[in-house]
């Protein structure tokens, strides 16, 4: 792969940004979809939700953990894994306070 430049551009549009490329797999959007609507934290079953191997669960839950969208804890074998409430708070703040200020120009 390439090297992105990301030098010249706000601190909070590079960070949006790289979790906007992480939310860009169905995969990764669905195990935090599936966390966002559980009542409590997952421990390990994500692989009966998804209709993907283990390692491959894991690897998606890693970038999830990477840009700070989910936290994990481990407990004797187990992991569990929550969504990061105040990263998603961020995420949410950015999009509600920046995207509601466009509206459609007309063109042509």
Not at 28 to 54: K, T
Not at 73 to 87: A, D, P, T
């Amino acid at each position: 792969m390439g090297i992105t430049k990301t030098e010249g551009f706000d601190t909070e549009v590079t960070e949006m940004s790289d979790i906007l490329k992480v939310l860009g797999h169905p995969a990764r959007l669905s195990i935090l979809l599936h966390l966002i609507n559980a009542p409590q934290c997952i421990n390990g079953d994500l692989v009966g939700v998804l209709p993907l191997a283990q390692s491959t669960v894991s690897r998606h839950l890693n970038e999830l953990k990477r840009v700070g969208l989910i936290k994990g804890s481990i407990s004797g074998n187990n992991v569990s894994y929550c969504v990061n409430e105040e990263l998603w708070e961020k995420v949410s703040l950015f999009f509600s306070s920046n995207l509601n200020q466009l509206s459609p120009k007309k063109c042509c």
